[in-house]
Nanobody, 113 residues
Framework: VRFVESGGDLVQPGGSLTLTCVAS????????MMWFRQGPGKQREWVAT????????TYADPVKGRFTIGRDNAKNTVTLQMTDLNVDDTGVYYC???????WGQGTQVTVSS
């Protein structure tokens, strides 16, 4: 099982960013997918989940209405569109599948003026 995240960057408050994760080593189209994040000095926290077919999505309260999770089963990719970013969104972002025991290297998102 492998996850390769990309797209992280330094962005100003109020800005937008899209993260991408390429997954391999399992039946991607048959698995729900999730994004987690870990801020500096904080525990890793769940951000969003998308069902295996893409029809159902759920979000953590802090990102609801600002983040959108998506997937392309033909490309084994899952994305996270982030808008109206604030400093509390700073952290390393990871994608994974349930149960969340396999992790990639993550991608760093820094929100700062």
């Amino acid at each position: 099982v492998r996850f390769v995240e990309s797209g992280g960057d330094l962005v100003q408050p109020g800005g937008s960013l899209t993260l991408t994760c390429v997954a391999s080593g399992f039946v991607f189209s048959g698995s729900n997918m999730m994004w987690f994040r870990q801020g500096p000095g904080k525990q890793r926290e769940w951000v969003a989940t998308i069902s295996f077919g893409g029809s159902r999505t759920t979000y953590a309260d802090p990102v609801k209405g600002r983040f959108t999770i998506g997937r392309d089963n033909a490309k084994n990719t899952v994305t996270l569109q982030m808008t109206d970013l604030n400093v509390d969104d700073t952290g390393v972002y990871y994608c994974t599948k349930p149960p969340p025991v396999d992790w990639g290297q993550g991608t760093q998102v820094t929100v700062s003026s």
